[in-house]
C-alpha cells in the first residue's frame, strides 16, 4: 500500500512538473453491487467470509418454520455462541467454525380423545451465515442456511374398554428440511 501511494506521489509530482494538470484523485467510494435483499459495497481489502460474521438480531424465513428467532450473541464481538429466542421458549446455540447448532425436545400429540397421547420429538437446528455485510462497523450476517432435523420414536396406545381393543400408532419419524431466513431489519 506504501509503495503505491508513493508511485501516485511522484507521479503528481512529475506532472506538476510538467506543466501538465494532474488527474483529481478519486474520492467517491465505488459503486455498490447489489444481489438480492442485501446490498453490499465492495471494499479494497475485501470483506470478511459469511463465517466470520455475527450473528444477532431477529431472523424469518421458511428455513425457521415461519417463526421469528431472536439471536442474541453471548459475548462482547465477533462469532460466538448465542442465545436464541423464539417466543414461547429459548435456545442456546453453540458456535463452531461459523456453524451453530443446538437441541430442543417438545411433546407432540398423536390422535384425539381417549386414544389421544404424547410422544417425544427430537429436533436439532443447524445455523450457517451465507451472507452478510457491514452494519454499524460490525460486520454482521444477514442471510442464513437453516437445517432442521426432526426425529421421534413414534408410539401407540391401547385402550380397552369391555370387550372392545382399540390401538392408536403413531409412525417414527425422521426428517430433514434446509432452508433460509433473512435478517429483519424493521424489528
Known amino acids: 500500500m506504501r ?7 511522484v507521479g503528481l509530482l512529475a506532472a506538476a512538473a510538467c506543466g501538465q494538470p494532474s488527474e483529481k484523485p478519486r474520492t467517491e467510494p465505488p459503486d455498490s453491487v447489489s444481489e438480492g435483499p442485501v446490498s453490499v459495497s465492495p471494499s479494497p481489502l475485501g470483506e470478511p467470509p459469511p463465517s466470520e460474521a455475527r450473528l444477532e438480531g431477529r431472523f424469518r424465513g421458511p428455513g425457521l418454520g415461519g417463526l421469528a428467532f431472536t439471536f442474541e450473541p453471548l459475548c462482547l464481538e465477533g462469532s460466538c455462541d448465542l442465545r436464541a429466542d423464539r417466543g414461547a421458549a429459548a435456545l442456546r446455540f453453540e458456535e463452531s467454525d461459523g456453524t451453530y447448532r443446538a437441541n430442543d425436545t417438545f411433546l407432540q400429540r398423536c390422535g384425539r380423545g381417549a386414544l389421544s397421547f404424547q410422544y417425544p420429538v427430537h429436533q ?9 455485510r457491514f ?4 460486520w454482521r450476517a444477514t442471510a442464513l442456511k437453516v437445517t432442521t432435523e426432526h426425529r421421534s420414536p413414534g408410539g401407540s396406545k391401547t385402550v380397552t374398554s369391555g370387550a372392545n381393543r382399540v390401538t392408536r400408532t403413531c409412525q417414527r419419524v425422521h426428517k ?3 432452508g433460509r431466513a433473512i435478517l429483519q431489519e424493521d424489528a
Open 3 to 9: 509503495n503505491l501511494a508513493a508511485v501516485v506521489a
Open 124 to 132: 436439532t437446528f443447524r445455523l450457517r451465515a451465507i451472507d452478510g
Open 176 to 178: 430433514t428440511k434446509t
Open 135 to 138: 452494519i454499524d462497523g460490525e
